[in-house]
């Protein structure tokens, strides 16, 4: 673990919208997430909206972690308890670690807005080739929980004692 640095250094960042149902019309979510990143100054270099489908998700996110422009993928969506909600499963076989304090810190925060609805989620995060994967649910309200609660601190090189930029590949 590196000291924090002192400066801001930008992340790239893709952002996924796991839905069958969204698309760039009304996909606020995405929307929110990539107005999120940008606003804090990093460079949002892809996006996608993906179906609910564990073999699309994962390709898209493999493509991703190959990327030497891919720095952090922010997914919302399909992290529910439904039957057909896939995304944990889509990424647990990517990772090379897995961040368990992510999911476990994000239903913390989350009981305090639903209760003990926030048990259904699965939120998820890892680190594969260097690459910061978070997955969150797909409700606006709980990417921007997700966000201003957690992520944008930890994009943050200057966060102390410790964030994720430092683990990332380099540009």
Known sequence: MGKPASEFQAVQIAVMTVSDRRDASDDTSGDYLREAAAEAG???????????NLYRIRATVSRWIASEDVQGVIINGGTGFNLKNSTPE??????DREIDGFGELFRMISYEEIGGSTLQSRAIAGL??????????????????AWERIIADQLDARTAPCNFVSHLKKR
């Open 128 to 145: 594969a080739n260097q690459t910061l994967i978070l997955a969150v649910p797909g409700s606006t309200s709980a990417c921007r929980t």
């Open 42 to 52: 990093h460079e949002v270099v892809d996006h996608a909206i993906v179906p609910d």
């Open 90 to 95: 889509a990424l647990l076989p990517l990772f």
